[in-house]
């Protein structure tokens, strides 16, 4: 401290140091006036917190209101008051209450003045806000949205209630009230949920574009109800004009050939796995080709791939006039000794790529000959290094081998013939026995082995192939009014899940009993649909005033579908077991309703075996299919088509011809 002369006093350490006299502190400045707030708008945090408020206080005094009747499937909800459009009004262009006094604000908005009978207003600030006048050019903003424009979006009186939908309105079906009003009942009601039909749009837009891409690329095959002859003249393998005629499946749905429609992914049984019956026909052609010899025009206008019988024109009697016939044998036997052959344009002699040398050195028979990619000289300079040796090579092969039909024959022709019969021309090989038919008839992505089907995937491609556009129209008819329906109800997950299983298993099932029949369509996957009507009746059947009713017309649906499986090119099998699996799945998939815990635990366990039964039953049918096919079976081509007309149903012939030659 210090002293009372105003010297500082010593310090503790002896040390001593001089300091100023302190001066007299100033007066103490008085704090500035409070500046008022300046106005301004509300922070974020707190308009936010404000909205949230009221939508929860607004939402609690309607539900003390209102009853749960208003929200049931049965009855509209109440209609909007002027109360409710002065509380948007007070929203809107009221004044902002703060956040403090809120809470007992906005109990007082439920507050009920006995003696007049009218709610307290929301606002008690003295300053009125007033509405701004907006005018029709005013760019920003609009006109207010009324709360009567927002009632039916809060209604859900016009669901999709289960035991009726598009189906029981049609037939007029009535529920008991007495079961309804139920409060358990009403509940389970009130609590399923509504779905948009996504899968039904998304289904039946790939079906659509499909369809119109597969006529943009292959155009519309014969319209009719048999079999269309076409005829011309044509350049064959004998260079002559000679007229000729082929037939080819016509169909009334105005859409693409049979060939086509199995090139775009049909339900085609030798397509999905080895068939013996073609098998063995390849091998017997095989055969045949064995014996065959390169047939060279004595005139050197060309030479082809035949038999003997075959090389020079029949009825001559010297039939070496015309052609000669070039076989190697004993005692003038091809390279390495060969007896096999000769083939026209192709000898292992005169092939750089692949070269037959050991250890890949070419057979001694013609049937295993590959396909030469590079020869080494071209055929004059054959013919000139080799004399009459390699005449086969020196000639212009005119013949090559040509895919027809849908049960993978091959002949050797002409490319003319062969465009003119719609078939696949092999410039690049020599023999049938070098190309695979099969691959060319089924298209798609290639077989992994050769000569060796897999194409398992037609079971599932094929649903959205159809074979015309009054196919088209008819699928889209049904999937349009009842799929659409049952989606709204069930959701897309479970009606893709029937839809597309149904349809599967109607495939896999028409493929084991009818293999060479090429079909199209959703026929299955329809029946399963219709299997979900059904379930729903059953699972509503406490609910119906006339069950046993709307029971009766849904199988005369049936059977009226039924009967219109016997036409060509819609498939019986695939209604039946598309309609079986459908039922096994729809049981167990579909949303039920309990009328006790008894009943409850029941369908749980029925829930179970129909998953299992329909695993089973989709097992089996593969494993059948592989295991044990139909070839023959004459009763099932008349349970998917009867011949109604003449050649009605000529394109589900099972009989497979290989042609020597046309």
Known sequence: MYGASGAAPREARGQTRERPDVLPAPAPLEPPPPVPPRPGKDSVARLTLTGLSYVVTAVTRRSRQSTSAQWSRSFRSSPSTAHDEADVDDVFFGPQPLASPLNQHLDDVDTVDGTKGARSPVGTSSVEYRRPDRSVSWGAGGIRIHTPMLE?????????????????????????????????????????????????????????????????????????????????????????????????????????????????????????????????????SARRERDTACCIRNDDSGCVQSSKADCSIRGLVSKNTISTWKKWSSGESGPGGRISGSVCGLDPKFCEAPRSIAPHEWPDDITKWPICRKSVIDGSAAAGRAGHAAEHMACEVIGHPCCIGVHGQCVITTREHCDFVKGYFHEEASLCSQVSCLDDVCGMLPFMRRRRPDQLYRAWTSLFVHAGLLHLAATLALQWLFMRDLEKMAGPLRIASIYLGSGVAGNMASSLFEPYRAEVGPAGSHFGLLACLIVEVIGAWPLLRHPRRALLKLIGIAIALFLLGLLPWIDNFAHVFGFVFGFLLSYALLPFISFGTYERRRKIVLVWICLVSAAAMMCALIALFYAAPAYECAACAYFTCLPFAPDMCASQDVRVRQLDGV
């Open 152 to 284: 039916p979006l809060a209604d859900n009186s016009n669901r999709r209630q289960f035991g009726m939908g598009v189906v029981g309105r049609f037939f007029r079906r009535s529920l008991r009230k007495s079961v309804t009003n139920q409060e358990e009942v009403s509940r389970q009601l009130d609590e399923m949920t509504d779905y948009r039909p996504y899968f039904t749009w998304w289904v039946s837009t790939v079906q659509t574009l499909v369809l119109l891409l597969s006529l943009l690329c292959y155009g519309f095959g014969p319209v009719g109800f048999g079999r269309h002859t076409h005829s011309g003249q044509v350049l064959v393998k004998s260079l002559s004009l000679q007229q000729v005629e082929w037939e080819e499946p016509a169909s009334f749905w105005l859409g693409p050939r049979a060939a086509d429609l199995i090139h775009l992914g049909a339900k085609f049984a030798p397509c999905m796995r080895k068939d013996a019956r073609i098998a063995r026909a390849i091998a017997a």
